[in-house]
């Protein structure tokens, strides 16, 4: 069973950032595709970046386009989500993500999941 445990979330005032974290416990970490996702208040879970197993790939969602930074590190079985330029409107939970084989944006193609990490932009 894989399990992944996100951090680094917390309140930030607009423009300010954070990086999230994410750490797996999974020997076959180097070779699943991660994804962070949020989930705002009375709202669905959304893709927000993705990136292949070895780090050479990524894509993102057009609103943090620019502004976030998807990484990981397999030496330490940790994934990141470096967010600058934070706005209001990226105030939600936080969900770290991990699937066999290629990355993707549908939630639905995830295996495993995190417990989330609140992120919370004041203006």
């Known amino acids: 069973q894989v399990q992944l445990v996100e951090s680094g979330g917390g309140l930030v005032q607009t423009g300010g950032s954070l990086r999230l974290s994410c750490a797996a416990s999974?020997?076959?970490?180097?070779?699943?595709?991660m994804g962070w996702f949020r989930q705002a208040p009375g709202k669905e879970r959304e893709f927000v970046a993705t990136?292949?197993?070895?780090?050479?790939?990524?894509v993102y969602a057009s609103f943090v386009r620019g502004r976030f930074t998807i990484s990981r590190d397999n030496a330490r079985s940790t994934v990141y989500l470096q967010m600058n330029n934070l706005k209001p409107d990226d105030t939600a939970v936080y969900y770290c993500?991990?699937?066999?084989?290629?990355?993707?944006?549908?939630?639905?193609?995830?295996?495993?999941w995190g417990q989330g990490t609140q992120v919370t932009v004041s203006s």
């Open positions: 990136i292949n197993w070895g780090g050479t790939a990524t």
């Open positions: 993500a991990g699937r066999a084989g290629l990355f993707a944006t549908n939630k639905d193609k995830y295996n495993y």
């Open positions: 999974t020997p076959t970490f180097s070779s699943t595709a």
